[in-house]
């Protein structure tokens, strides 16, 4: 019962973190948007006069979702239809179980991994949920009976197929560096320093690695460069047939998705929940001094530092999302298998060729 009830408590941890995040970031996207093109941005919803500069909307739009007509075409698969939106949104959640927010919690002598599912394979288990997290966009394509709708299903499918083969293999070079898959592993060993001084973060082994997870995990979300299964230019996308909440769900999922890379991106490259110098004791600096901390001050630390990151990254792929225009479908799949693809295995041979120079 004690570990099932330790587990609930991870589990509502992470969840309250990811869906306030997501839904801080449905207001973030806004006024973000706002400052890049110069203008105020969402700001009429108040409460009792108070605007909050426009935090309100956020409840604005939950209201508005949940009590708009769910309609449903007569020409769709009405249980495949309801059930694809919560398909998209559930496996997008459960990539957050084997991210590491902190190494242990000792309370009252017991040792408490801060992370739901303590898995030595956790990059595969996140490679299936997104995987999974696909057939709801699929699916919902599928069973609106429209035209529209289904070929924004299948661009949907084939440039998670395209940009998920390039986004693993891109990783493949961090596992060679750290020796492991699991994920608590790969940040631990981002804990040492390189010269004595550097810390030994995937973005300095993995510069290359990097930059093509960024711009393969972009795609992953399905944003903008990247919302070609969704381009209301040309085809309106999979969830044209949506409304209320069901569409609200897989709006959702774009903002989940985009966390879940960004913490992703924050645990594999910038050292998770690492702080240069801090070890389970407290700061231990190079030229000698030291700074002693109690272990509860420690896990606070490695909490808000991997936060902090994520924070970033979600600012960084809005900013990106604002900032260029969508690629044609022609340009997004010679990116995808021209470009990215090619880098990425050259970046396999090269890691393997300076690992085994160095041994």
Request: net charge neutral.
């Amino acid at each position: 019962m004690a570990e099932a009830g330790i587990a609930l408590i991870k589990i509502a941890v992470v969840l309250g973190f990811v869906l306030n995040l997501a839904a801080l970031l449905t207001w973030a996207e806004r006024k973000q948007s706002a400052v890049i093109q110069d203008r105020i941005g969402a700001n009429r919803a108040s409460v009792f006069g108070l605007r909050l500069f426009g935090l309100f909307h956020i409840a604005a739009d939950a209201l508005k979702m949940l009590t708009k007509e769910d309609h449903v075409p007569q020409t769709a698969e009405k249980f495949i239809h309801g059930a694809a939106p919560f398909i998209s949104f559930f496996f997008a959640l459960m990539g957050f179980a084997v991210i590491p927010f902190g190494d242990v919690l000792r309370v009252g002598g017991r040792e408490i991994p801060l992370r739901i599912l303590d898995l030595n394979i956790g990059i595969l288990f996140i490679f299936a949920a997104i995987a999974l997290e696909i057939y709801g966009s699929v699916l919902a394509g599928w069973s609106s009976g429209s035209h529209y709708a289904t070929l924004g299903g299948m661009r949907g499918s084939v440039q998670m197929f395209s940009y998920e083969i390039a986004w693993g293999v891109s990783l493949l070079g961090i596992f060679m560096v750290y020796d492991s898959l699991d994920l608590n592993r790969v940040v631990l060993r981002q804990g040492d320093l390189l010269w004595g001084v550097l810390p030994k973060w995937g973005i300095v082994t993995q510069p290359l690695g990097f930059l093509l997870f960024l711009a393969a995990g972009m795609a992953i979300t399905k944003r903008v460069p990247f919302d070609l299964p969704e381009g209301e230019s040309e085809i309106i996308g999979y969830f044209v047939e949506y409304s209320g909440m069901k569409f609200g769900l897989f709006f959702l999922t774009d903002f989940v998705l985009t966390i879940l890379i960004s913490a992703l991106l924050a645990t594999l490259f910038f050292g998770g929940y690492q702080l240069p110098y801090l070890e389970p004791d407290g700061f231990r600096f190079p030229w000698g001094a030291t700074w002693s901390l109690d272990h509860y001050t420690v896990v606070f630390l490695q909490f808000v530092a991997l936060v902090l990151k994520i924070v970033f990254f979600c600012w960084l792929l809005l900013a990106v999302r604002w900032t260029y225009p969508r690629f044609r479908y022609d340009q997004l799949m010679d990116l995808g298998w021209k470009v990215l693809f090619p880098l990425a295995v050259a970046n396999v041979i090269l890691t393997g060729l300076v690992l085994t120079l160095i041994e």
